[in-house]
Nanobody, 122 residues
């Protein structure tokens, strides 16, 4: 079994920064496209940023220039550096893996983490 475990959320003032982490647990040998999504109360879940296995990235217009997605393949960990945070960034942030492949060759598709709360407020 594989799991995605997010951490790093919390309460921060407007203009502040947070760094989210998403650790892939289990005997995973390969990770592919991964992404961060968020869901604010009463709103649909939306894509924040994505990164492919070769390092190509894409961002939602609302976070371009403020957020940076990255990954450490050796550690099987995904990150989201969030700077210049705004109250509108308040949401539960979820890590997503399009495909995870274990050392035994098993594939897990569309895996989600449990989410981490980010609250931006003074």
């Amino acid at each position: 079994q594989v799991q995605l475990v997010e951490s790093g959320g919390g309460l921060v003032q407007p203009g502040g920064s947070l760094r989210l982490s998403c650790a892939v647990s289990g005997s995973v040998s390969n990770t592919y496209t991964m992404a961060w999504y968020r869901q604010a109360p009463g709103k649909q879940r939306e894509l924040v940023a994505g990164i492919t296995s070769d390092g190509s990235t894409n961002y939602a217009d609302s976070v371009k220039g403020r957020f940076t997605i990255s990954r450490d393949t050796a550690k099987n960990t995904l990150y989201l550096q969030m700077n210049s945070l705004k109250p509108d960034d308040t949401a539960v942030y979820y890590c997503n893996a399009d495909r995870l492949r274990t050392r035994t060759g098993q594939n897990f598709w569309h895996t989600w983490g449990q989410g981490t709360q980010v609250t931006v407020s003074s």
